[in-house]
């Protein structure tokens, strides 16, 4: 089964940005409700951002202010833009569906280091 694919990881400063994108599999349908989710080293993963179709949007209070999810009306693609980071923010970073995500569509993830 298809699952997601994140990209946009990779090594930044401590204030820094870094923009995040995940495609999902190609489904008939679209997914109404899609999430961005972390798991830093020796922690469980947690929720960072949810959007729905209607664009109702939840953060986690760790995020807010500066994250910001997007997704693309109509595709099971989803964006997060990480503003003013910090070496709290350092995990790997995922993508999935629902409002309860789906353990058959979790991906590789992709690694985010804030690191100066």
């Known amino acids: 089964q298809e699952k997601f694919v994140e990209s946009g990881g990779g090594l930044v400063q401590p204030g820094g940005s870094l923009r995040l994108s995940c495609a999902g599999p190609?489904?008939?349908?679209?997914?109404?409700?899609m999430g961005w989710y972390r798991q830093a080293p020796g922690k469980q993963r947690e929720m960072v951002a949810q959007i729905t179709g209607s664009g109702l949007i939840t953060y986690s209070e760790r995020v807010k202010g500066r994250f910001i999810i997007s997704k693309d009306k109509g595709q099971n693609t989803a964006y997060l833009q990480m503003n003013n980071v910090t070496p709290e923010d350092t995990a790997v970073y995922y993508c999935n569906a629902g409002q309860i995500p789906m353990e058959s569509l979790w991906g590789q993830g992709t690694q985010v280091t804030v690191s100066s």
């Open positions: 190609k489904t008939p349908g679209t997914y109404y409700t």
